[in-house]
């Protein structure tokens, strides 16, 4: 089968994060970026599907020149190459013209499957595969961690989450966009042969022009959403800070659970 | 288009939950914001009741979408029987409850129909009286931070609300009932995916939701191998262990042990947290615990901002010292 696996390259949410100084996003100097987590899995996913049916995995994304260090990653873990969707057009984009620009992309060969994560760990609108389903006109599943191929890719036998410890199990036709939850297999990591390797796998750069959309198609200005400003939540409602080394703040903390909160 | 916000409800069990209570809270605070009227839309099989129910409420009408093929959940039934409707009515938003259904479905619905998207909002403010002054509150970056989002362009915007953030309590009672509307078009109502069945996780297994105490662990702890003076912990307060998402999906603990969204809901007497973030999918599996400690060596972790009591530091650095102390004040 012929997969195409999409992914985003975020900030590293463990990091420091600092507001940058238009107040309209973080500040991405010094920032660390790494593949988006669940982006990841759906990887591995894509991976697994193309070695067992003799196809081959094409990477998606969409994002400025970083994110290149990404796309070189999933060449070295095993996609065959990659589609970089890089415009400074593309800059600011929400969910829905984002969708377009992948859409129009994947749109251009013929593809059996595209799984992507199920959301983004920056922005996490957790819509943007759902969106692309609804461009290609394919049936689509989100928060999906179990994924078989049956009928030598005619449909899918798919498990999905839902609230309160349950999952649905049903099957739909293939093709389809599947969009893949943490935990649904054990991402593999590069080998050094696969680094090696990565640098002979072509990167495809594609613009907007190259995918037949206008500038008004594309990024903020295709976009229903804009980010206005962010910032870090009011402080003041959280936690009582214990501080001191490690045995007084411990000390101090069961003195106020025993003698304030009394639950020990 | 016109000035009035849709609420879609989602049932549970077929009555109106109080996560649909929400979404007409919501959708009642945003007409009132723009100058509009809210309606309902109630999507099921046999959902005359709950859209009875819905119409003691200050709506302006209550659609029903009352279909065989509603009665299980399915995004192409979903979608199929609403876009008819929404391009008709052209409201102004659409609200949902952010959960695991709609999130699936609602941005589908919204390509359908060519509306705006707008996940997960916290709240909103508004400085005007067109949709053009609402400023939207939405978490980012795992709750880290908060984005202020407005919307562009023209025509419908598809809403969803984050669990809790418009009370149930503060929907509006209506002072005669809402006329109740079946949808005219149920023709493009087509499942087109084929439920093979249910499944629940570790049903049988740890049930935390009776716990009384819960320490619970996140990727912070750093590895399976780094559990032993959790468990100490957990042995002296008399306490389950419970995890984050994160863990359980690197394989620390089994998934019975998992708290959130995708978990189980607990509400102990003291919770313990120990190196968890608080990404929203785990705060809402836990916030309604009565005492919530938090450990953890990023001051900026959101957390702390539902902890009553919180230590800035690596958890291993801080365990064995609390260890301690419990024992010494439980006289163990």
């Known amino acids: ?264 | 288009m016109s000035n009035n916000v849709w609420a879609v409800l989602q049932l549970r069990d077929g009555q109106v939950s109080r996560a649909a209570l929400e979404t007409i809270a919501a959708a009642q605070k945003l007409a009132a914001a723009i100058g509009g009227q809210a309606e309902a839309v109630v999507l099921g099989s046999g959902v005359g009741a709950a859209a009875t129910s819905a119409a003691g409420r200050d709506l302006a009408a209550v659609h029903v979408a009352d279909h065989a093929d509603l009665a299980g959940y399915t995004p192409g039934a979903f979608i199929g029987a609403l876009a008819p409707a929404l391009r008709a009515a052209q409201p102004a938003f659409v609200v949902f409850a952010h959960t695991y259904q709609t999130v699936e479905y609602a941005p589908r619905l919204a390509h359908e129909i060519g509306a705006g998207l707008l996940p997960q909002i916290t709240g909103f403010t508004s400085d005007g009286s067109d949709i053009g002054a609402l400023l939207f509150a939405r978490p980012i970056l795992g709750g880290k931070l908060q984005a202020k989002v407005k919307v562009r362009g023209e025509g419908t915007v598809i809403v969803s609300i984050q669990s809790g953030a418009f009370s149930s309590d503060s929907v509006a009672t209506g002072s005669a009932a809402a006329p109740i509307q079946p949808l005219a078009d149920l023709s493009q109502i087509k499942p087109e995916r084929e439920i093979l069945g249910i499944e629940e996780v570790g049903g049988d297994q740890i049930d935390l939701t009776k716990s009384e105490v819960i320490v619970a662990v996140g990727r912070g702890i750093g590895g399976a191998d780094k559990l032993g003076p959790v468990e100490d912990l957990a042995k002296a307060l008399g306490a389950e262990i419970g995890a984050s998402r994160p863990v359980i999906d690197s394989g620390w603990l089994p998934r019975d042990r998992q708290i959130g969204s995708s978990g189980q809901t607990v509400a102990p007497k003291l919770y313990v947290a120990l190196g968890i973030s608080g990404a929203i999918q785990h705060l809402v599996g836990m916030k309604a615990s009565t005492c919530v400690v938090a450990i953890n060596k990023d001051p900026g972790a959101p957390i702390f901002a539902v902890a009553n009591y919180g230590i800035v530091a690596d958890v291993h650095e801080v365990l064995p010292a609390l260890t301690a102390a419990v024992k010494a004040a439980k006289g163990v």
């Open chain 1, 1 to 264: 089968m012929k997969v195409a696996v999409c992914i985003k390259q975020v900030p590293n949410v463990e990091a420091r994060l600092r507001v940058a100084k238009d107040g309209r996003w973080i500040d991405e100097e010094d920032l660390s970026f790494v593949t988006n987590e669940s982006d990841r899995y759906a990887l591995e996913e894509g991976l697994k599907i193309a070695e067992a049916t003799d196809g081959e995995v094409v990477v998606v994304s969409l994002g400025p020149d970083r994110v290149k260090d990404a796309l070189k990653k999933a060449l070295a873990v095993g996609a065959a190459r990659a589609m970089f969707l890089k415009d400074p057009a593309f800059a600011g984009g929400d969910a829905i013209a984002t969708a377009r620009a992948l859409a129009a992309a994947i749109r251009r060969e013929n593809f059996d499957l595209v799984l992507t994560g199920s959301q983004s760990d920056d922005v996490g609108y957790g819509s943007t595969g759902s969106l692309l389903a609804g461009h290609l006109g394919w049936p689509h599943a989100w928060l999906v961690i179990g994924l078989e191929i049956e009928e030598g890719g005619k449909t899918a036998q798919v498990k999905r989450e839902m609230e309160s410890g349950m999952n649905e199990i049903f099957r739909l036709n293939l093709p389809a966009v599947i969009e893949i939850q943490a935990g649904i297999n054990h991402p593999r990591y590069a080998s050094l042969k696969g680094i090696m390797g990565a640098n002979k796998k072509p990167i495809e750069e594609v613009d907007a022009a190259a995918l037949g959309l206008g500038a008004d198609a594309v990024g903020l200005a295709g976009s229903r959403l804009e980010i206005v400003s962010v910032a870090f939540p009011e402080s003041g409602t959280g936690a009582q800070i214990l501080a001191g080394d490690a045995a007084t703040a411990a000390q101090a903390l069961v003195d106020k659970l025993r003698q304030e909160a009394r639950v020990i």
